[in-house]
């Protein structure tokens, strides 16, 4: 049975954009704090890194192998790798007009990012034998305002907060 709902019961459900809110809340850049969660930040691209942006992965463990000696080696595994899986990272720096962040766009949302998938930019590579020759195509995305649900963290590396793209909601 399906009931229509009076106006009364339909003029106090939220708009969209005010649930997208409650959920998603927006920051200034200068705002995120280390333990943000589904924030929403927007910028411009003012760098972004393609000169290796593809990783080869352990395909048992999914940690990062080494090539020695003509094969790949898992460290965590102690095994030879026939075929890794590939993991494509996409690392930018976005500005907004109170400062800027580094945000990591990892699997599908880096493939979302430069508009080709894990599989096409490996072939790309193994065609050119350069791991840079997808920089340029990356290095386009500089300019360009992107809008992104992201998690912060404190990167202890480099002493400063960082994000993690959740989800790309923006881009011009």
């Not at 193994?126 to 500089?142: F, P, R």
């Amino acid at each position: 049975i399906v009931i229509k709902p009076n106006k009364e019961k339909l003029d106090s459900i939220p708009a969209l954009n005010e649930i997208e809110e409650s959920i998603y809340k927006s920051r200034n850049i200068d705002e995120i704090e280390e333990e943000d969660k589904n924030i929403k930040v927007s910028g411009k691209i003012t760098e972004a890194y393609g000169d290796r942006i593809l990783y080869e992965m352990c395909p048992n463990c999914n940690k990062r192998v080494e090539y020695v000696d003509d094969a790949f080696i898992c460290d965590f595994c102690g095994e030879e790798i026939q075929q890794p899986n590939y993991l494509m990272i996409i690392p930018c720096n976005i500005e907004d007009d109170t400062g800027s962040v580094w945000i990591t766009f990892f699997r599908k949302l880096a493939e979302e990012l430069v508009g080709m998938t894990t599989d096409e930019a490996n072939e790309v590579i193994m065609k050119t034998a350069d791991e840079g020759s997808l920089a340029e195509k990356v290095e386009d995305l500089i300019g360009s305002r992107i809008t992104v649900i992201a998690d912060a963290s404190f990167d202890d590396y480099n002493e400063e907060i960082r994000l993690i793209a959740k989800k790309i909601v923006g881009r011009e």
